[in-house]
């Protein structure tokens, strides 16, 4: 009985959804659009690409996630899993922001880059619109960013 409630206890765990302990957080970088500043967790590895913001219940402002890829090539994005509202902007090799798509939480919508793109960078809902950033800005930073994994 007890292997049953040990391997039962593991299952509960498993569907619960992954936790993030306190001592593996995501490097962090400073970055700048038009002079608005914001600060940005890296997810730099396949690991930390495919968990990005699920389930978070909020974003603090000015604070996202910027995915760094090992390659350039066609990206696509979905909010499974993730309960806040999110705009998505996809960047070339250089930082120069390729398109930005508003996403809907907890849907597996995709929303892809229109060309191909080495990173995308996840703020709150109407970030960008809100401060004028549109396709063709420029990212500050982005070439402090760690290496893609």
Do not use: C
């Amino acid at each position: 009985m007890n292997k049953f409630l040990g391997t039962l206890f593991f299952a509960l765990l498993l569907a619960a959804g992954p936790a993030v302990a306190a001592d593996s957080a995501l490097p962090e970088i400073a970055l700048a659009i038009n002079k608005h500043t914001l600060t940005a967790e890296v997810a730099a590895n396949d690991n930390s690409r495919t968990t990005g913001l699920m389930h978070r219940r909020m974003l603090p402002e000015n604070r996202g996630m910027l995915f760094v890829f090992p390659y350039t090539g066609p990206l696509s994005f979905w909010m499974m899993n993730t309960h806040v509202p999110l705009s998505i902007a996809f960047l070339d090799d250089a930082g120069v922001i390729i398109n930005i798509a508003d996403m809907k939480p907890l849907t597996t919508d995709p929303h892809p880059s229109t060309r191909p793109a080495r990173y995308a960078l996840e703020m709150n809902q109407g970030w960008f619109a809100k401060r004028g950033i549109k396709a063709g800005s420029k990212v500050d930073g982005i070439d402090k960013t760690p290496p893609a994994q």
